[in-house]
Each structure stands twice: as structure tokens, then as C-alpha cells.
């Protein structure tokens, strides 16, 4: 018998949520930050009769775990969502949650306040009707997924179950990974010296030109290459750089600062090796180049394998709501799955359908929304089904 999902409890809950602000205030000086969805988000779920335990992460930014007990003998299984939005600069009405055309508008609506959503209606649909998975059932509403991650790191570090569903929206095709991503500062080191004194002046930034010759090369050569199965190849560009004081002066230093998106197989440590050979290369053929190389921030790359029981949990749930094949695909960009995977726990990602996400208009499909929440529950009964 299907599962007896409470579409206006989902529905009330998504518009209620999006009504919240919780801009990250990492990302907008006027971000409230995700304490009042982190109250809201506590209060639903103990109301749905879950145990419930809080983390503060970062100061007044709360991680809010639920936790459905298993019957015994089953998998554990983590869902996660992230409560955190980016700001709402050019959006006219950020919070509204107006509901238009079976559309719910508003930040975070898609990315990913209907996920949260979805997680608590299906939580509830199990409580509601008695059913008790095999294994424990826990969700994780966590903080700054859109800035440092502080959330999810905080919940790697204290709980772990046997795979995990991040939530993140996926038009309810399932994603078994996604690419990294480092920043990498590189600085050029000349002489400064008066324009007119070239027997003295050394310009860092003719040096950083021709390093970045060699990277616009590998930039090039990179994406030429097949890459990984899922992921295809990584890429590097240059967003940011800097040199010089005055337009009189030689350049002293030039900074500038390098993205490489990578893949299964690359990682800090590789790329900077790669780009060290550049530098030691222009070194040798100039003793006069001298530059730097110092990783910055990033996360490595997240790949999980088609014939792991969570994803075919969740593909073949997939398959029988929608009636069509779910598709298996890799994401370009970073999410919180790179933490779960690293600390032992195979995650797939899946949500909702909708648009906008980090635009001026946003929205998300709600019946794709209805939908996603009986994908999850049948994902969660087959995953944690005792014997599984």
C-alpha cells in the first residue's frame, strides 16, 4: 500500500520556510543567518515525534539533526539539506513564498528549502502511518553549505550512517557526483624601479604573463581530454589578478589567483606540482623568474559508484514514481557530498525540480516536490529494510 503523504503539510512547510531569512552572512552583510529556520526546522521535527539534538558550528548558526529510530537489523541512513541561502541582491520579492502556476517562489524555494521540506513530509508520512525502517533514519539541516561548509563538516565529525541522500536539487535525476575545486594563489616577484631605469627594474607582471601562457596552455589542454566517466574533465581559469603601484613604477609583485575544478585523481598536492613545473621550467630558461605557488581553499571531488545500494535505492524508487529511467550524471559544481563520501559514507544526490537557484527569479515545481518526497520514502524503506 502507498505510502500516505500530506501534500499540504509539505506545501505549507516549503512556503513557511522560504518566508524565513536565512541568507548566509558569510556571502551578505545583511544575511540573518539560519537561526530562526533552524528553530522552525527543530519544532516540525519535534512535533513529528522525532529525537532531536542541535550543534552550533559557528556562533548563533545552528546544525539540526532528527532522528527516527530503526526497528533493528536494518542500514542506517542520513538524509541532508542545507538551510543556508545566497543573498537576494536584484530579487524583488525574496520572501514571499507565493505560489503561482503549481510553482512556489522565493530564495532558496529550489536550492533548497523544498528539499528540507520533502524531508520532513516523508518523516512524517512513516511516524503518521507507524512504520518504522529497518535501520535509524537521521536528517541533517545543516548551515553554510553556500559558503565553508562549517555545517556538514560538524556533522561528519559526530555522526556517521551507513550512506546518506544529500538533497540537493537534481530535477529528480540522480546524481552520483560531482567536481572540486582549489584556489591557488600564484605571485610574481620583479624589482621596483623608476619607468625610465630598465637597467634596474624587473616587471612581475611580464613574469606573471608568461606563466599564464603556460596555464592558458593547460587550460586548453584539459578539457580536450575524456576526463572522468561521470565528471568529464577538469578546467582551470584565472578570475583574479593584481600587480604593480603606480603606472611610473616597475612592478614589484603580481598576484593573481588560480581555480582549477578538478576530478577523481586530482588533488591539492597535484595541482600544485603541476603548475611548480611551470614555474621551475621559466626559472630555468630565466633566473630572473621568480614566482610562487600557495593553495588556498578548496574540497576535492566526489564520485560514487552506479552499483552502490544507496544508488540503486534511490534509482530504482526513482524509476517506479516517475515511470521513466532516472538517469545516472555527474554535476560540475561542489557540494557538501565530497564531506560525507570523505568520511566513509556513500552518498547520491537527489531533489527536486524547479529553476533559479542563485538568480533573481527562483522557484521550484511543486508536484516535482510531492513527488520527491515518495522518491524518498521508498528509497529510505528499501535502504534501511532490515537484511538489506
Same mark, same amino acid.
Given at each position: 500500500?502507498?505510502?500516505?503523504?500530506?501534500h499540504?503539510?509539505i506545501?505549507?512547510?516549503l512556503?513557511?520556510?522560504?518566508r524565513?531569512?536565512?541568507?548566509?552572512?558569510?556571502l551578505a552583510a545583511?544575511?540573518?543567518?539560519?537561526g530562526?529556520?533552524?528553530?522552525?526546522?527543530?519544532?516540525?521535527?519535534?512535533?513529528?515525534?522525532?529525537?532531536?539534538?542541535?550543534?552550533?558550528?559557528?556562533?548563533?548558526?545552528?546544525n +539540526? =539533526?532528527?532522528?527516527l529510530? !530503526?526497528?533493528? %537489523?536494518?542500514?542506517?541512513l542520513?538524509? $541532508?539539506? /542545507?538551510? &543556508?541561502?545566497?543573498?537576494?541582491?536584484?530579487?524583488?520579492?525574496?520572501?514571499?513564498?507565493?505560489?503561482?502556476?503549481?510553482?512556489?517562489?522565493?530564495?532558496?524555494?529550489?536550492?533548497?528549502?523544498?528539499?528540507?521540506?520533502?524531508?520532513?513530509?516523508?518523516?512524517?508520512?512513516?511516524?503518521?502511518?507507524?512504520i518504522?525502517?529497518?535501520?535509524?533514519?537521521?536528517?541533517?539541516? +545543516? =548551515?553554510?553549505?553556500?559558503? !565553508?561548509?562549517? %555545517?556538514?563538516?560538524?556533522?561528519?565529525? $559526530?555522526? /556517521?550512517? &551507513?550512506?546518506?541522500?544529500?538533497?540537493?536539487?537534481?530535477?529528480?535525476?540522480?546524481?552520483?557526483?560531482?567536481?572540486?575545486?582549489?584556489n591557488i594563489?600564484?605571485t610574481?616577484?620583479?624589482?621596483?624601479?623608476?619607468?625610465?631605469?630598465?637597467?634596474t627594474?624587473?616587471?612581475?607582471?611580464t613574469?606573471?604573463?608568461?606563466?599564464?601562457?603556460?596555464?592558458?596552455?593547460?587550460?586548453?589542454?584539459?578539457?580536450?581530454?575524456?576526463?572522468h566517466?561521470?565528471?568529464?574533465?577538469?578546467?582551470v581559469?584565472?578570475?583574479?589578478?593584481?600587480?604593480?603601484?603606480?603606472?611610473?613604477?616597475?612592478?614589484?609583485?603580481?598576484?593573481?589567483?588560480?581555480?582549477?575544478?578538478?576530478?577523481?585523481?586530482?588533488?591539492?598536492?597535484?595541482?600544485?606540482?603541476?603548475?611548480?613545473?611551470?614555474?621551475?621550467?621559466?626559472?630555468t630558461?630565466?633566473?630572473?623568474?621568480?614566482?610562487?605557488i600557495?593553495?588556498?581553499?578548496?574540497r576535492?571531488?566526489?564520485?560514487?559508484?552506479?552499483?552502490?545500494?544507496i544508488?540503486?535505492?534511490?534509482?530504482?524508487?526513482?524509476?517506479?514514481?516517475?515511470?521513466?529511467?532516472?538517469?545516472?550524471?555527474?554535476?560540475?559544481?561542489?557540494?557538501?557530498?565530497?564531506?560525507?563520501?570523505?568520511?566513509g559514507?556513500?552518498?547520491?544526490?537527489?531533489g527536486?525540480?524547479?529553476?533559479?537557484a542563485?538568480?533573481?527569479?527562483?522557484?521550484?515545481?511543486?508536484?516535482?516536490?510531492?513527488?520527491?518526497?515518495r522518491?524518498?520514502?521508498?528509497?529510505?524503506?528499501?535502504?534501511?529494510?532490515?537484511?538489506?
Amino acid at each position: 500500500m502507498p505510502l500516505s503523504i500530506d501534500h499540504d503539510y509539505i506545501t505549507r512547510t516549503l512556503v513557511d520556510l522560504v518566508r524565513i531569512n536565512s541568507v548566509n552572512p558569510s556571502l551578505a552583510a545583511d544575511g540573518a543567518g539560519e537561526g530562526e529556520i533552524a528553530a522552525y526546522i527543530e519544532g516540525a521535527l519535534r512535533r513529528i515525534g522525532l529525537d532531536v539534538e542541535t550543534q552550533e558550528p559557528l556562533s548563533g548558526r545552528k546544525n +539540526v =539533526i532528527g532522528m527516527l529510530p !530503526g526497528a533493528g %537489523g536494518g542500514r542506517s541512513l542520513m538524509l $541532508n539539506a /542545507h538551510t &543556508d541561502t545566497v543573498g537576494v541582491e536584484g530579487m524583488a520579492a525574496p520572501f514571499s513564498g507565493d505560489i503561482r502556476d503549481g510553482r512556489v517562489y522565493g530564495r532558496g524555494a529550489f536550492d533548497m528549502k523544498a528539499s528540507a521540506a520533502a524531508c520532513l513530509g516523508m518523516l512524517k508520512a512513516l511516524v503518521d502511518e507507524g512504520i518504522q525502517p529497518g535501520g535509524d533514519v537521521y536528517f541533517t539541516a +545543516v =548551515i553554510d553549505e553556500e559558503a !565553508g561548509s562549517a %555545517g556538514t563538516e560538524a556533522i561528519v565529525a $559526530n555522526y /556517521h550512517a &551507513d550512506a546518506a541522500i544529500i538533497t540537493e536539487p537534481t530535477g529528480l535525476r540522480v546524481c552520483g557526483g560531482h567536481r572540486g575545486f582549489w584556489n591557488i594563489e600564484i605571485t610574481t616577484t620583479g624589482r621596483a624601479a623608476h619607468g625610465s631605469h630598465y637597467e634596474t627594474g624587473i616587471d612581475a607582471n611580464t613574469m606573471m604573463g608568461r606563466l599564464l601562457v603556460e596555464i592558458e596552455k593547460l587550460a586548453q589542454d584539459l578539457i580536450t581530454q575524456a576526463g572522468h566517466p561521470l565528471l568529464g574533465p577538469s578546467s582551470v581559469h584565472v578570475p583574479l589578478i593584481q600587480g604593480g603601484t603606480s603606472r611610473y613604477v616597475y612592478a614589484a609583485q603580481c598576484r593573481a589567483e588560480l581555480e582549477w575544478r578538478s576530478i577523481p585523481g586530482e588533488d591539492r598536492d597535484s595541482m600544485v606540482a603541476v603548475l611548480q613545473a611551470f614555474v621551475d621550467r621559466l626559472h630555468t630558461a630565466d633566473p630572473q623568474f621568480r614566482a610562487t605557488i600557495t593553495p588556498l581553499f578548496g574540497r576535492d571531488s566526489y564520485a560514487v559508484a552506479p552499483d552502490a545500494p544507496i544508488v540503486q535505492a534511490v534509482s530504482q524508487a526513482a524509476q517506479r514514481i516517475r515511470g521513466v529511467d532516472p538517469g545516472f550524471y555527474g554535476e560540475k559544481w561542489w557540494m557538501d557530498s565530497a564531506l560525507l563520501g570523505s568520511a566513509g559514507i556513500e552518498t547520491v544526490i537527489i531533489g527536486p525540480a524547479g529553476g533559479g537557484a542563485h538568480a533573481a527569479v527562483e522557484w521550484v515545481e511543486l508536484d516535482s516536490v510531492m513527488m520527491f518526497t515518495r522518491i524518498l520514502a521508498e528509497a529510505t524503506l528499501d535502504f534501511c529494510r532490515a537484511g538489506g
